[in-house]
Protein backbone atom coordinates (compact mmCIF):
# COMPACT_ATOMS: atom_id res chain seq x y z
CA UNK A 1 0.00 0.00 0.00
CA UNK A 2 1.13 3.59 -0.77
CA UNK A 3 0.73 6.51 1.45
CA UNK A 4 2.23 9.77 1.08
CA UNK A 5 1.59 12.41 3.86
CA UNK A 6 4.12 15.64 3.95
CA UNK A 7 5.18 17.33 7.40
CA UNK A 8 6.93 20.80 7.89
CA UNK A 9 9.72 21.65 10.21
CA UNK A 10 10.18 25.00 11.25
CA UNK A 11 13.99 25.09 10.65
CA UNK A 12 16.03 25.73 7.74
CA UNK A 13 16.50 23.17 4.96
CA UNK A 14 20.16 22.33 5.62
CA UNK A 15 19.39 21.44 9.35
CA UNK A 16 17.02 19.50 8.39
CA UNK A 17 18.86 17.88 6.01
CA UNK A 18 21.75 17.18 8.25
CA UNK A 19 19.16 15.61 10.39
CA UNK A 20 17.90 13.36 7.65
CA UNK A 21 21.63 11.90 7.31
CA UNK A 22 21.53 10.40 10.65
CA UNK A 23 19.54 7.64 9.96
CA UNK A 24 19.57 6.29 14.03
CA UNK A 25 18.45 9.92 14.88
CA UNK A 26 15.90 9.80 12.34
CA UNK A 27 14.75 6.59 13.68
CA UNK A 28 14.50 7.66 17.04
CA UNK A 29 11.99 10.49 16.17
CA UNK A 30 9.70 7.50 14.95
CA UNK A 31 8.07 6.08 18.47
CA UNK A 32 8.53 2.57 18.92
CA UNK A 33 11.47 2.75 16.14
CA UNK A 34 15.29 1.62 17.98
CA UNK A 35 18.06 1.36 14.97
CA UNK A 36 20.42 0.16 17.64
CA UNK A 37 23.38 -1.05 15.38
CA UNK A 38 24.96 0.53 12.77
CA UNK A 39 25.99 -2.43 10.84
CA UNK A 40 28.10 -0.11 7.41
CA UNK A 41 27.75 0.73 4.50
CA UNK A 42 24.08 2.39 5.35
CA UNK A 43 23.06 -0.54 6.68
CA UNK A 44 21.35 -0.55 10.20
CA UNK A 45 19.42 -3.72 12.53
CA UNK A 46 16.99 -2.60 15.01
CA UNK A 47 13.54 -2.88 16.23
CA UNK A 48 10.24 -1.02 15.41
CA UNK A 49 7.30 -1.78 18.02
CA UNK A 50 3.44 -0.89 16.35
CA UNK A 51 0.51 -0.89 18.84
CA UNK A 52 -2.35 -1.23 16.57
CA UNK A 53 -5.74 -1.89 19.29
CA UNK A 54 -5.09 -5.00 20.56
CA UNK A 55 -2.25 -6.13 18.43
CA UNK A 56 1.17 -5.43 19.54
CA UNK A 57 4.03 -6.23 17.21
CA UNK A 58 7.64 -5.71 17.57
CA UNK A 59 9.37 -6.44 14.86
CA UNK A 60 13.43 -6.97 14.27
CA UNK A 61 14.75 -5.84 10.93
CA UNK A 62 17.06 -4.15 8.87
CA UNK A 63 17.07 -0.60 7.51
CA UNK A 64 19.33 0.37 4.19
CA UNK A 65 20.10 3.84 2.41
CA UNK A 66 19.82 2.75 -1.18
CA UNK A 67 19.81 6.71 -2.17
CA UNK A 68 21.42 10.00 -0.48
CA UNK A 69 21.07 13.08 -2.71
CA UNK A 70 22.35 15.85 -1.36
CA UNK A 71 21.75 17.99 -4.75
CA UNK A 72 17.86 17.22 -4.34
CA UNK A 73 18.03 16.78 -0.74
CA UNK A 74 16.23 13.19 -1.19
CA UNK A 75 16.86 10.73 1.24
CA UNK A 76 15.49 6.62 0.11
CA UNK A 77 15.34 3.89 2.64
CA UNK A 78 14.38 0.08 2.28
CA UNK A 79 13.28 -1.47 5.55
CA UNK A 80 11.91 -5.25 6.34
CA UNK A 81 11.73 -7.20 9.28
CA UNK A 82 10.01 -9.86 10.57
CA UNK A 83 7.43 -9.69 13.98
CA UNK A 84 9.32 -11.25 17.04
CA UNK A 85 6.56 -13.75 17.73
CA UNK A 86 6.45 -15.02 13.99
CA UNK A 87 3.11 -13.09 13.60
CA UNK A 88 3.85 -11.45 10.47
CA UNK A 89 6.46 -9.34 8.61
CA UNK A 90 6.61 -5.55 6.74
CA UNK A 91 8.42 -4.11 4.63
CA UNK A 92 8.48 -0.87 3.44
CA UNK A 93 10.09 1.67 0.77
CA UNK A 94 10.34 5.44 2.50
CA UNK A 95 11.75 7.67 0.12
CA UNK A 96 12.12 11.33 2.05
CA UNK A 97 12.05 14.83 -0.31
CA UNK A 98 13.02 18.11 1.44
CA UNK A 99 11.92 21.16 0.37
CA UNK A 100 12.37 24.84 1.24
CA UNK A 101 8.65 26.39 2.45
CA UNK A 102 8.19 29.94 4.39
CA UNK A 103 7.35 28.12 7.36
CA UNK A 104 10.88 26.36 7.22
CA UNK A 105 11.41 22.93 5.66
CA UNK A 106 8.63 20.96 4.11
CA UNK A 107 9.34 17.05 4.09
CA UNK A 108 7.16 14.80 1.63
CA UNK A 109 7.07 11.53 2.35
CA UNK A 110 6.29 7.95 0.39
CA UNK A 111 6.34 4.69 2.33
CA UNK A 112 5.24 2.03 0.15
CA UNK A 113 4.71 -0.44 2.93
CA UNK A 114 3.74 -4.21 2.80
CA UNK A 115 2.16 -5.92 5.75
CA UNK A 116 1.05 -9.70 6.34
CA UNK A 117 0.17 -11.89 9.03
CA UNK A 118 -1.79 -10.05 12.13
CA UNK A 119 -1.30 -6.18 11.35
CA UNK A 120 -2.60 -7.36 7.78
CA UNK A 121 -6.26 -7.87 8.87
CA UNK A 122 -6.05 -3.84 9.20
CA UNK A 123 -8.06 -2.39 6.51
CA UNK A 124 -5.73 0.25 4.40
CA UNK A 125 -7.76 3.27 6.08
CA UNK A 126 -7.07 2.22 9.59
CA UNK A 127 -3.03 1.65 8.33
CA UNK A 128 -2.81 4.86 6.73
CA UNK A 129 -4.92 6.76 9.52
CA UNK A 130 -2.24 4.98 11.96
CA UNK A 131 0.54 6.04 9.84
CA UNK A 132 -0.59 9.87 10.38
CA UNK A 133 -0.87 9.76 13.73
CA UNK A 134 2.88 8.39 13.98
CA UNK A 135 4.18 10.44 11.36
CA UNK A 136 2.61 13.61 13.17
CA UNK A 137 4.53 12.36 16.27
CA UNK A 138 7.51 11.74 14.49
CA UNK A 139 7.36 15.47 13.04
CA UNK A 140 7.41 16.86 16.55
CA UNK A 141 10.16 14.45 17.62
CA UNK A 142 12.21 15.35 14.98
CA UNK A 143 11.69 19.01 15.79
CA UNK A 144 12.58 18.90 19.77
CA UNK A 145 16.19 16.64 18.16
CA UNK A 146 17.08 19.43 15.93
CA UNK A 147 16.64 21.91 18.90
CA UNK A 148 18.12 19.86 20.94
CA UNK A 149 21.33 18.87 18.66
CA UNK A 150 21.52 23.02 18.06
CA UNK A 151 21.77 23.55 22.01
CA UNK A 152 24.46 21.03 22.51
CA UNK A 153 22.29 18.49 24.68
CA UNK A 154 23.36 15.27 25.40
CA UNK A 155 20.44 13.01 23.11
CA UNK A 156 20.70 9.68 24.65
CA UNK A 157 18.71 11.25 27.50
CA UNK A 158 16.28 12.29 24.95
CA UNK A 159 13.50 9.77 24.39
CA UNK A 160 10.86 10.42 21.45
CA UNK A 161 7.71 11.40 23.09
CA UNK A 162 5.04 8.47 21.85
CA UNK A 163 1.38 8.13 22.58
CA UNK A 164 0.35 4.93 24.30
CA UNK A 165 -1.39 2.52 21.85
CA UNK A 166 -4.90 3.28 23.15
CA UNK A 167 -4.37 7.02 22.21
CA UNK A 168 -2.75 6.05 18.66
CA UNK A 169 -5.85 4.23 17.85
CA UNK A 170 -8.25 6.82 19.36
CA UNK A 171 -6.53 9.49 17.09
CA UNK A 172 -6.92 6.96 14.16
CA UNK A 173 -10.57 6.42 14.61
CA UNK A 174 -11.16 9.78 14.67
CA UNK A 175 -9.47 10.49 11.36
CA UNK A 176 -11.37 7.29 9.81
CA UNK A 177 -14.64 9.07 11.52
CA UNK A 178 -13.99 12.33 9.79
CA UNK A 179 -13.50 10.65 6.47
CA UNK A 180 -16.47 8.33 6.44
CA UNK A 181 -18.92 12.06 7.38
CA UNK A 182 -17.03 14.04 4.68
CA UNK A 183 -18.13 11.52 1.88
CA UNK A 184 -21.79 12.18 3.58
CA UNK A 185 -21.38 15.54 3.70
CA UNK A 186 -20.20 16.88 0.66
CA UNK A 187 -22.52 17.56 -2.14
CA UNK A 188 -23.46 15.36 -4.70
CA UNK A 189 -21.35 15.03 -7.75
CA UNK A 190 -23.31 12.76 -10.78
CA UNK A 191 -21.05 11.03 -12.50
CA UNK A 192 -20.40 11.52 -16.29
CA UNK A 193 -22.00 9.09 -18.37
Same mark, same amino acid.
Request: hydrophobic share 45%; charged share 25%.
Given at each position: ?29 ? @? ?157 ? @????
Amino acid at each position: MLINKDVVVPQPIDKVWAFFNDIPQVAASL @PGADLNEDLGDDQYKGKVMISMGPVKLAFGGLAKVLERDDAAKKLVVDGAGSDEKGRGNASLMLTAQLLSVAKGTKVDLSIDLTLSGAAAQYGRGMVSDVTSVLIGQFADNAQRRIEAIERGEDLSKLEAKSASGLAIGLQAVKLALLRVFSRFFLPYQ @PQPR
